[in-house]
């Protein structure tokens, strides 16, 4: 088991760029979630999907964020345009259906300097 | 879903065992409580849950008080990989899965 994959695992980009974050959760899984942490706010809930539907995307700090699953094995978060403040590290999870409510899997993270 | 306070840091002595406390004093009665931990520039990782009764796994125990107003949970035997923010979560587990960290206990373990 390969568990959940993110890329790039660092992404350095400069302000007003687009910046695309990639997530290949655990086969099998129904539940994407994708968090952002910082050392100000902690790890926050951006969005997560259902069987590759958006159920909750209230976390989603601005119009400039937006997240995609086009298929059940492949997530993305886009920042357009990024801004310096967006510098974070980013966690995908996922967790199938059956399993415990909060028995989620994380990735090891991307982490993003935005200058 | 019901708050939970944790002690922001704490610290055990490798090879002694590693209890972090959490209150939880407005948990309702559908709502279970959950332990994740973070290692440093790791993804948070599930370590155990419970609703009403005590629970062990490979990992760690975990002590819910009769009245289920605050939890302990227990690493037997720490080691300096158990070095980690720990977070309780107190959450009803239905299908909206959305798990909400707070601040964490930062555990530190000396050699």
């Known amino acids: 088991d390969a568990g959940v994959i993110q890329s790039p695992r660092h992404e350095v980009t400069e302000m007003g760029q687009e910046v695309t974050l990639r997530c290949k959760p655990i086969?099998?899984?129904?539940?994407l979630f994708w968090y952002r942490q910082t050392m100000m706010r902690g790890l926050e809930l951006l969005i997560y999907f259902n069987n590759n539907v958006p159920i909750d995307d209230s976390g989603m700090p601005e119009d400039r964020f937006s997240a995609k699953m086009p298929n059940a094995s492949f997530s993305t978060l886009k920042i357009q345009p990024s801004e310096p403040r967006d510098s974070a590290v980013y966690f995908c999870?996922?967790?199938?259906?059956?399993?415990?409510?909060?028995?989620?899997?994380f990735g090891p993270g991307t982490r993003l300097t935005v200058t | 879903d019901a708050k939970t306070t944790q002690p922001p840091s704490m610290d055990c002595a490798e090879g002694r065992a590693a209890n972090l406390p959490c209150n939880h004093s407005t948990i309702s009665g559908n709502e279970y409580v959950y332990w994740y931990r973070q290692i440093h520039s790791q993804g948070p990782q599930y370590i155990i849950h419970g609703l009403k009764n005590n629970e062990t796994n490979e990992m760690a125990s975990l002590i819910i008080t009769e009245d289920r107003k605050s939890s302990t949970l227990i690493l037997p035997h720490a080691t300096l990989r158990d070095t980690a923010v720990y977070y309780c979560?107190?959450?009803?587990?239905?299908?909206?899965?959305?798990?909400?960290f707070g601040s964490g206990t930062r555990l530190s373990i000396r050699p």
């Open positions: 086969s099998g899984h129904d539940y």
């Open positions: 979560i107190v959450r009803v587990d239905s299908s909206a899965s959305k798990i909400i």
């Open positions: 999870a996922s967790r199938p259906t059956g399993g415990a409510g909060y028995e989620q899997y």
